[in-house]
């Protein structure tokens, strides 16, 4: 099968084009044809090297994708040959076959494209769990997304919305600002232009975010600890900036704030480094559980039209260079899709 190989870390353009052995399932997994795999930051890190989780050299990146299950392997049920899935993977999505533990795959509607199933494995949940499982995002509360036109950002505005929420987006430039309107954010504030903390506390008339959301790190996590709200809630979810923020703790004392962290790979058990062992898998199973609920109220957020599932763009596997690029160089809209 056609493959976008990782034979040694470093960047993206090193990834070479090749012709592997097509995996087969084992017990408890599924074989899916791939029609659409997403191209985010964490997998990015992988190829570089930085991410927590390495797989052993050579493989094959991509951890979000979208398709129909080919074959079944030993212990499955539940599922069928054909259906129109989606799902999380530790590696292997980009390529035109990929094997998925069968517990973490899910059904997508028949209107649904593969691109745009490939927001739902990791993206929206990731934003539905820290918003609602850890943030107890509540109805009226203000919400401040950071990296907002990106695909984290979009996904968070558009469930910080759906849960009743008041969402000030802060993105750099018009496109991305536009496009966190298109998704619902109630204020827009361009941190290139604007003084982020100020116009926060404009905003909230002086008392500060309740919720921020951040995929970005650095500067803008900086920023926060200085416009949140007292009992204030920051999730800390990604360092798009390339800066991982020390947080004084002082500030944390002072307003009553709480820091969160929140790691999606934990819910599904395909972030680990290695198999759960027999005493994890009860709460293995209670937590996947949790993730088919939230997965089942996203994917009626998205029959309602609140959710957009916005693509940035689409390319063939082997123009994965300018794919990765619009996240390298955080000029992404949206979620960028590779199609083997």
Known sequence: MRALVCEAYGPIENLKIADIPTPEPGPGEVLIRVGAAGVSFAAMLGVQGKHQNKPNLPYVPGNELAGHIVKLGPDVSGLAVGQRVMTGVSQGAFAEYAVAIAANVLPIPEIMPYAQATNFPTLYPTAYGALKWKADLQPGEVLLVHGAGGGSGLTAIEVGKAMGA???????GADKLAAAREAGADHLIDYRQEDLRARVLAITEGRGADVVFDPVGG?????????VAPEGRLIPMGFASGTIPQIPANILLVKNVTVIGFYYGYYT??????APSPKDLPALARRREMVARAQQELMR???EDKLK????GTFDLADWVPAFRMIQDRTVVGKAVLVP
Do not use: H
């Open 301 to 303: 957020w998205f029959s």
């Open 219 to 227: 500067e803008a996590f900086d920023v926060s600890l200085r416009c």
């Open 166 to 172: 008041v969402v000030i987006a802060s993105a750099g």
């Open 309 to 312: 599932a916005t693509i940035a």
């Open 269 to 274: 058990g395909w972030g680990g480094r290695g």
